[in-house]
């Protein structure tokens, strides 16, 4: 069983913000598997604020794209014809196959999804590389504890969200940001404490509000003023969380970094950076507590879905212009 696939490439390095001319789509036939390879069909792909790093020419993500060549990113797809045998027919598998409606594999890099009643987008956001950002993000570079004032940047968004709810079960006070009155509310149903929206009166002035005595942990989505804001509020040994700093990443110049970062110094301050996978131990925790969460409705999740591969590229600029609350996802198939 063939089938006609259509690829985004990247064709230009983004200079700023992405626009339409820095992508290309190519079709390709795949034709059958071979002896030991299987022909999945996409489902969903995931459109992540990271990926804009891996667009840069340099050092940044070791694994960056190459012009002219197919882009990665997380999938959920369906085995539509095999000929390996761990993997039959209509099997669910996640993979890093993503920007594309479909491809051959041998089977390395495809891992088959449990069974639950929850939809496969969820092996995208919470259950995905997105929930275990926010749980190893907490938990792993901010050793987040029981109970704890905690401030998170980016609120509605698909990280930020998730890190909001489980410091919330956890028992912490938790703050957040957010870009609109849509999204505030958002927060405050899933459970943040105190939200405010960016754009209104000062950032300052709101942790001061939020969290009187100050915050024990900062889980930064943001970067820039909300990083300098933080620095400013927070206690004697206090950790920041640097997951990821969106309102830079489109910039054309450095930005500067935050004016007082001296006080760090002073008060003890540990900032950490991280990616997912940085904390090995905590995958299988991860795995049990948020599936149970899930399941059990303590944490909720939004998704923002675009329909068809030629969405693709509007739905990543989505991420930069607060088209999303939640999850950014494509579908490409039921």
């Not at 795949?30 to 022909?39: M, N, R």
């Not at 969820?122 to 905690?150: H, I, K, N, S, W």
């Not at 915050?215 to 820039?224: A, P, R, S, T």
Request: charged share 20%; aromatic share 8%; with cysteine.
């Amino acid at each position: 069983m063939s089938m006609q696939s259509v690829e985004v490439h990247l064709k230009q390095r983004p200079n700023g913000m992405p626009v339409a001319e820095d992508f290309s789509f190519v079709e390709r036939d795949l034709g059958d598997p071979e002896e030991s390879e299987v022909l999945v069909r996409n489902l969903y792909i995931s459109v992540d604020p990271y990926m804009r790093g891996r667009m840069n020419e340099g050092r940044g993500y070791a694994e960056g794209y190459k012009l002219d060549e197919v882009m990665y990113g997380g999938a959920v797809g369906r085995v539509v014809a095999s000929r390996h045998p761990d993997f039959a027919e209509g099997t669910i598998v996640s993979s890093n196959n993503g920007w594309r409606e479909g491809f051959l594999s041998d089977g390395r890099g495809l891992l088959t999804l449990p069974e639950t009643k929850l939809p496969v987008s969820a092996f995208l956001g919470p259950l995905g590389g997105t929930g275990r950002t926010a749980y190893e993000g907490l938990l792993g570079a901010a050793t987040m504890q029981d109970g704890e004032t905690v401030f998170v940047s980016g609120a509605a968004g698909a990280v930020g969200s998730i890190a909001g709810q489980i410091a919330h079960l956890r028992g912490c006070r938790t703050i957040g940001s957010a870009g609109s009155p849509a999204k505030v509310a958002f927060c405050r149903e899933i459970g943040f404490d105190y939200m405010f929206d960016y754009h209104e009166g000062h950032l300052l002035n709101h942790l001061r509000e939020g969290a009187p005595d100050g915050l024990d942990v900062y889980f930064d989505n943001v970067g820039g003023d909300h990083l300098e804001a933080a620095l400013g509020h927070m206690k004697r040994l206090g950790r920041i969380a640097l997951c990821g700093a969106i309102s830079q990443y489109n910039l054309t110049a450095p930005a500067p970094g935050p004016r007082n970062l001296a006080v760090a110094i002073g008060s003890g301050l540990n900032l950490k950076g991280f990616i997912v996978g940085m904390f090995p131990e905590l995958r299988e925790p991860f795995q049990e507590e948020m599936t149970n969460w899930l399941e059990n409705e303590q944490i909720l999740w939004r998704e923002t879905v675009l329909d068809g591969i030629q969405r693709a590229p509007e739905a990543f600029r989505g991420l930069f212009t607060g088209e999303n609350v939640g999850k950014m996802l494509v579908k490409l198939a039921e």
